[in-house]
Nanobody
């Protein structure tokens, strides 16, 4: 059974850091893509980072490029999103998503409909 469990959200001051975790089970990460999305109140769900383990391609949205880093712990089947220099506009519910057998390319722009499996979300609040 495919499962994605996010953790690591919380309240942080502007300029601070958080690391989100997405623990995966029930499928082979090596043949999948993992995306991090976020949704702020009243806004559409936004794809901010995607890693495709088949192609090696990594995507970051302009809004997080240079501040966020996606990575993987092979031993734990966990994908991380390291978030640095957080801003108030980063406040949102963050979701990880998976699509098995999905391979992205350099020009790929993530869309929620591309991913069939979702975690429950974790709240990130950036506020002083």
């Amino acid at each position: 059974q495919v499962q994605l469990v996010e953790s690591g959200g919380g309240l942080v001051q502007p300029g601070g850091s958080l690391r989100l975790s997405c623990a995966t089970s029930g499928f082979d990460l090596d043949y999948s893509a993992i995306g991090w999305f976020r949704q702020a109140p009243g806004k559409e769900r936004e794809g901010i980072s995607v890693i495709s383990f088949r192609s090696g391609s990594i995507y970051y949205s302009d809004s997080v490029k240079g501040r966020f880093t996606i990575s993987r712990d092979n031993a734990k089947n966990t994908v991380y999103l390291q978030m640095n220099r957080l801003k108030s506009e980063d406040t949102a519910v963050y979701y990880c998503a998976a699509e098995i057998g999905f391979s992205t390319h350099r020009d790929y722009t993530p869309a929620p409909n591309d991913f069939g499996w979702w975690g429950q979300g974790t709240q990130v609040t950036v506020s002083s």
